[in-house]
Each structure stands twice: as C-alpha cells, then as structure tokens.
C-alpha cells in the first residue's frame, strides 16, 4: 500500500483475506508513535493536502509539518480544513517539546491567524521542499492521488495509512 496499491491489490497478492488486510493496518498503526530526531529545528514546513473517504465529495484534509533539514514528517492531522485542525497541529508540534524557529507556510488565512507572527515566513519560496513531499505522498499512497477511484471507507482506516506512511517515510534514507 506504500506504493501504490490498494487494499484489494494487497490481499490478492499476499493471497490473505480483506479483513485480514484491514486488521494489519489498524493494528500496527495504532502502534506508531512519530518522534522527532532533533530537539531544535531552524525551519519546519506546514501544508494541507485533501483525499476523499467514504465518498468521492466528502474531503478530508491532512495538515502536516514537515522539517526539510532532517527530511522527516513531525506532525499530521485529519479533518475539515479550518482553523481548528491547524490548532490540534500545533498542539502535536507543543507536545513533542521541541524548539522551531521559523514556519513557512502558503498563504491559506488560518496559518496567518494561528501562527506566530514573528516566525512565520509566507510564500511558494519557503514551502517548495513541502510541496515535493505532497507530491511523493499522492504518488506512494494510491487513495491520496487527485483522481482515483482508490478510497478510504473509513476514515480510521486513512489515518491509520498515514500514520504508518509516516513512520516509514521518517526512516527511509536519504540519497541526495
């Protein structure tokens, strides 16, 4: 599934059965915790990207932050894209008791509103590292690409995914 394929690819090839396929993804993913490899980052990244679950009109957004220094993901949320998500983000980066010094986000108004006015850099040319990233998730992931007819039924399922792509993607290595 972090390549590409759906559920019904997965239990197909590994000849299992679909709940058996669902049960893996919610068991291990419950399991994953992200940890930050550093305590102090000049710069993290902070986007939104949309996917769909239950429904092809019924969007779902991830907010996401993402330390280009260290090419690993530190925080993702799920819902509606408002204001209220862009908080529980924040309240996952407070928790993880690190220090970030400068976010760069686009121009959507509740990062205006939510982050600190005096660290937050605005623009295309901060988040272009970011955008790559949004770019390599739809490409992974198959229910994250824009037009697909790969879905999450359930949006536990979704997070679930995600929080496993996460932890994955954090320990991949680097080859640039």
């Known amino acids: 599934m972090l390549h590409g394929s759906g559920i019904r690819d997965c ?7 679909h709940q058996t396929t ?39 957004w991830l907010f996401y932050a993402y330390a280009p220094e ?11 894209r408002s204001r209220k998500q862009l908080q529980s983000l924040m ?4 928790n993880l008791h690190i220090e970030i010094d400068f976010y760069c986000t686009d121009k959507f108004e509740a990062f205006k509103e939510i982050l600190p006015y ?13 955008e790559g990233i949004n770019t390599l ?17 359930k949006l536990i399922v979704q997070w679930f995914l995600m929080k496993l792509f996460i932890f994955y993607f954090n320990q991949m290595p680097s080859y640039i």
Do not use: W
């Not at 992974?140 to 007819?149: C, E, F, H, M, V």
């Open 91 to 94: 309240i996952q980066l407070k």
């Open 11 to 17: 239990y197909k090839v590994f000849g299992v059965s």
């Open 118 to 130: 005096y660290s937050h850099l605005i623009g295309k040319r901060f988040t272009k590292n970011i």
């Open 22 to 60: 669902l049960n893996l993804i919610l068991s291990e993913g419950e399991k994953i915790k992200i940890t930050p490899q550093r305590k102090h980052y000049q710069q993290v990244q902070i986007d939104e990207m949309y996917s769909f679950v239950g429904k092809k009109n019924k969007k779902v």
């Open 70 to 80: 260290t090419k690993e993901i530190l925080a993702i949320t799920m819902g509606k």
């Open 137 to 153: 998730i739809r490409s992974k992931i198959a229910r994250l690409q824009r037009r697909t007819t790969k879905f999450s039924k």
